[in-house]
Every structure is written in structure tokens, then in C-alpha cells.
């Protein structure tokens, strides 16, 4: 039995609109045992609080496969704007947002749908909110001035150790919320962080090799070696369409990358091998790489198969699958790829963003001479030896 879950208003509170396929006993049974659910003629659905207890309370009782949010079908069906993988979530809310504030939630919710924002996002985004609106339970958010926000974004920073990418992340859904739900003029926030530069972790060539050497399964091997084969995010390569994949003419076309880009980039000989023996084993039909259900490939399942990838190889621990990504740029770079193409199999707009692969790499650091190499000056210890 599959549910759907959808996002309705009634009566100015948020509720969850829960539909199945056909009459079945055993669901009304079974809906009679969630908390404030109830059969609403006018929806022509049961409807139950859109709380996180509620969604928690059906996966008890149908189990977690059974419950599908519209959040997560729209992922499957749609192209959708991309957020950086991997990057640190927002905490989660210690509460649900005061119940008269939880259709201007519901409403930023649409909006970011509507402009078809990624899963990821909208999740982040609803967090960020969410917080501000525990932050301030008597006060409505369109009440709200700067200062009353600057307050909230120091305060949390400070207390829960935000770093700066989470920081800017939480300046972003309250300007969304405010400027595109709210319709309020662009507004600028003196709290934004000074973004950190930091260079990308990368894998020599021999700790791909061990890494990958250890990956059994012929999906998780196929998948892991694609993303670095071909330099994808681990979004791209779940949203990868067997269509996608041109074997004659060894390129692989990804549709609505970050920013909502189509690029190609490279496929590898070795890789369409690789390609040729997953398809045969596993016959997807539509997705490159399917879940269980035909979905599309969890990223979630693709962040285990790497973790335990990297454990039982030895490589560095400090990494994760976008590491694959930088080590697919760093490796074309040291092998005198010229950085304009890299940038185009990457995807970057602004040669910028590219530039941090410029960073001394390992085979780059072992011609490096110091400038002392080319004086003439001896080095044995012939002088005074006196302290």
C-alpha cells in the first residue's frame, strides 16, 4: 500500500491531505490511529496536522517505503534547480512552528515548488524558517524588521556553531521568504559571512584504484567510477537518464546541472565496459542507475556505498563523493589538460570557480625547486660551528 502526502490548507493551519489507491479496511483502520486525522468530506481525503509526529507516526504504521511527501515525488518526475552535494544540513527544529504561522510556512514551501527548487533546498529552507519562527512564537514573520532578523541569525550562529556556508544558507531562505513570498524589496544583511576559501581534498590515482578495487557490487561500482570518470555531482548521477549516456559518441549529457546548466562531458572507454555490463545485469528502464521501486538511485545509498568503500580500502577518511569529482579535475590537470576545457566538463560559468584546481598538486610540487637550488654555495658544514 503506497500513500501520497500533500501539503493543504484548511482553515488557515497546515494539514497533510493523505490519498491511497482504492478502498482497503486495513487503511481506515490503521488512520483511525493517528493523532487529530479525520475524513474531510470537502477534500475527499483524510487530512491529519502536517507535523514531522505525523509523518513519523504513518511510517510506523505503514511502513517508511509506503509514505511518499509531493516533495519527494517531484524529485522523481521533475528537473530541478541544484544545491551543492554534500553540504552541511541545517539542525533540524526543536519544534513545530507556532500553529498560526504554519501557513506562511506552507507558503514559502510553494513558492520554492513552484520555481522548482531542489528537495534539498526546499528542506533546508523550511528548517531556516521554521527556526525563525520558534524563534519569534508571538510575533507574526511579515511583522518582523531587519534588526529583529539580524538578532535571530547572531544568536543561532553563535549557539549552534554555524559554519559559514550554513550561515549564508539561512540569509538566503529568509530573503526568499521575504522578498519572493512576501514581495519585499531586496534587502542586505551585514551578517553574511566572508566565504571560506578552502582548496578541494583530492585522491592520488593509486587511492582511486584501491578505492574502487574494493566495490563488489557491479551498480555501486559503476556508479562510483562514473562520478569520477566523468566528473559528476552525486545529484547529476542519480538524475542520469540512460538516454543521457552515448556510447558512439563517448559522452555523457547532463541535463539541468547546478544552476539549471545542460553540459556534456567525457565517457571513458573503460567506463562504457563497465556501463555495458551494469546495464545488461540490471536492465534499468528509464534511470541510469534505479532504486529498488524503478525510482530514481538514493544519494543517500551512494554516500554508504562510498563510506564503506573508503574504509575498507584505507584511503584518506577525510573525503566524500564529491572528492571523486575534484579528483577527476585535478587528475586532467596534472596531466596537462588545459583549464578552459576542464572548467566546460565541469560545468563551472566563471573560470573562478575552476581556478582552485590550480592549487600545487602532488606531481606539480615534486618539480618545484626553491630558489636557494640555484645558488652556487656549498652545503657541507665547513664554517664556525660555535653557537
Same mark, same amino acid.
Given at each position: 500500500?503506497?500513500?501520497?502526502?500533500?501539503?493543504?490548507?484548511? $482553515?488557515? =493551519?497546515? *494539514?497533510?491531505?493523505?490519498?491511497?489507491?482504492?478502498?482497503?479496511? %486495513?487503511?481506515?483502520? @490503521?488512520?483511525?490511529?493517528?493523532?487529530?486525522? *479525520?475524513?474531510?468530506?470537502?477534500?475527499?481525503? *483524510?487530512? +491529519?496536522?502536517?507535523?514531522?509526529?505525523?509523518? !513519523?507516526?504513518? =511510517?510506523?504504521?505503514?511502513?517508511?517505503?509506503?509514505?511518499?511527501?509531493?516533495?519527494?515525488?517531484?524529485?522523481?518526475?521533475?528537473?530541478?534547480?541544484?544545491?551543492?552535494?554534500?553540504?552541511?544540513?541545517?539542525? +533540524?527544529?526543536?519544534?513545530?512552528?507556532? +500553529?498560526?504561522?504554519?501557513?506562511?510556512?506552507?507558503?514559502?514551501?510553494?513558492?520554492?515548488?513552484?520555481?522548482?527548487?531542489?528537495?534539498? #533546498?526546499?528542506?533546508?529552507?523550511?528548517?531556516?524558517?521554521?527556526?525563525?519562527?520558534?524563534?519569534?512564537?508571538?510575533?507574526?514573520?511579515?511583522?518582523?524588521? @531587519?534588526?529583529?532578523?539580524?538578532?535571530?541569525?547572531?544568536?543561532?550562529?553563535?549557539? @549552534?556553531?554555524?559554519? %559559514?556556508? #550554513?550561515?549564508?544558507?539561512?540569509?538566503? !531562505? &529568509?530573503?526568499?521568504?521575504?522578498? $519572493?513570498?512576501?514581495?519585499?524589496?531586496?534587502?542586505?544583511?551585514?551578517?553574511?559571512?566572508?566565504?571560506?576559501?578552502?582548496?578541494?581534498?583530492?585522491?592520488?590515482?593509486?587511492?582511486?584504484?584501491?578505492?574502487? /578495487?574494493?566495490?563488489?557490487?557491479?551498480?555501486?561500482? %559503476?556508479?562510483?567510477?562514473? &562520478?569520477?570518470?566523468?566528473?559528476?555531482?552525486?545529484?547529476?548521477?542519480?538524475?542520469?537518464?540512460?538516454?543521457?549516456?552515448?556510447?558512439?559518441?563517448?559522452?555523457?549529457?547532463?541535463?539541468?546541472?547546478?544552476?539549471? @546548466?545542460?553540459?556534456?562531458?567525457?565517457?571513458? =572507454?573503460?567506463?562504457? !565496459?563497465?556501463?555495458?555490463?551494469?546495464? !545488461?545485469?540490471?536492465?534499468?528502464?528509464? *534511470?541510469?542507475?534505479?532504486?529498488?521501486?524503478?525510482?530514481?538511485?538514493?544519494?543517500?545509498?551512494?554516500?554508504?556505498?562510498?563510506?564503506?568503500?573508503?574504509?575498507?580500502?584505507?584511503?584518506?577518511?577525510?573525503?566524500?563523493?564529491?572528492?571523486?569529482?575534484?579528483?577527476?579535475?585535478?587528475?586532467?590537470?596534472?596531466?596537462?589538460?588545459?583549464?578552459?576545457?576542464?572548467?566546460?566538463?565541469?560545468?563551472?560559468?566563471?573560470?573562478?570557480?575552476?581556478?582552485?584546481?590550480?592549487? &600545487?598538486? /602532488? $606531481?606539480?610540487?615534486? $618539480?618545484?625547486?626553491?630558489?636557494?637550488?640555484?645558488?652556487?654555495?656549498?652545503?657541507?658544514?665547513?664554517?664556525?660551528?660555535?653557537?
Amino acid at each position: 500500500m503506497k500513500l501520497e502526502l500533500t501539503p493543504h490548507i484548511i $482553515k488557515g =493551519e497546515a *494539514w497533510w491531505k493523505i490519498q491511497t489507491r482504492g478502498y482497503d479496511p %486495513a487503511f481506515v483502520r @490503521k488512520m483511525k490511529q493517528v493523532r487529530r486525522a *479525520w475524513w474531510s468530506p470537502e477534500v475527499k481525503a *483524510w487530512v +491529519a496536522p502536517k507535523h514531522k509526529q505525523t509523518v !513519523a507516526r504513518l =511510517e510506523q504504521l505503514f511502513g517508511r517505503d509506503a509514505i511518499q511527501t509531493e516533495e519527494e515525488k517531484s524529485m522523481v518526475r521533475k528537473p530541478l534547480i541544484s544545491v551543492p552535494e554534500e553540504k552541511e544540513m541545517p539542525d +533540524a527544529p526543536t519544534a513545530d512552528p507556532p +500553529a498560526g504561522h504554519q501557513g506562511e510556512l506552507l507558503r514559502l514551501e510553494e513558492r520554492l515548488r513552484l520555481q522548482r527548487y531542489s528537495y534539498h #533546498t526546499v528542506k533546508a529552507y523550511k528548517s531556516f524558517f521554521t527556526q525563525l519562527l520558534v524563534f519569534y512564537p508571538d510575533r507574526h514573520p511579515a511583522d518582523l524588521e @531587519k534588526a529583529d532578523i539580524v538578532k535571530f541569525l547572531l544568536v543561532s550562529s553563535e549557539r @549552534k556553531h554555524w559554519s %559559514a556556508s #550554513t550561515q549564508n544558507q539561512a540569509v538566503n !531562505a &529568509i530573503k526568499f521568504y521575504y522578498e $519572493k513570498v512576501l514581495g519585499q524589496p531586496r534587502t542586505f544583511y551585514e551578517l553574511r559571512p566572508r566565504k571560506e576559501k578552502k582548496l578541494p581534498g583530492v585522491f592520488s590515482e593509486q587511492e582511486v584504484q584501491r578505492l574502487f /578495487a574494493v566495490v563488489r557490487n557491479l551498480k555501486h561500482r %559503476a556508479i562510483l567510477m562514473l &562520478i569520477y570518470s566523468a566528473g559528476l555531482r552525486i545529484g547529476e548521477s542519480v538524475r542520469l537518464r540512460i538516454a543521457d549516456v552515448d556510447f558512439d559518441r563517448r559522452t555523457v549529457f547532463v541535463k539541468s546541472g547546478k544552476g539549471k @546548466k545542460d553540459r556534456y562531458t567525457v565517457l571513458s =572507454e573503460k567506463m562504457i !565496459a563497465v556501463l555495458r555490463d551494469y546495464l !545488461a545485469a540490471f536492465q534499468p528502464v528509464f *534511470w541510469m542507475f534505479e532504486g529498488q521501486d524503478g525510482g530514481q538511485y538514493s544519494t543517500r545509498s551512494i554516500q554508504s556505498t562510498f563510506r564503506r568503500a573508503v574504509n575498507e580500502s584505507g584511503v584518506n577518511p577525510y573525503t566524500t563523493v564529491h572528492t571523486l569529482r575534484h579528483s577527476f579535475a585535478t587528475h586532467l590537470l596534472e596531466r596537462g589538460m588545459d583549464l578552459r576545457y576542464i572548467q566546460e566538463l565541469l560545468g563551472h560559468s566563471s573560470s573562478e570557480t575552476t581556478q582552485i584546481y590550480t592549487h &600545487i598538486t /602532488a $606531481k606539480a610540487r615534486q $618539480k618545484l625547486a626553491s630558489p636557494l637550488d640555484f645558488l652556487d654555495i656549498e652545503t657541507e658544514a665547513s664554517g664556525d660551528t660555535s653557537a
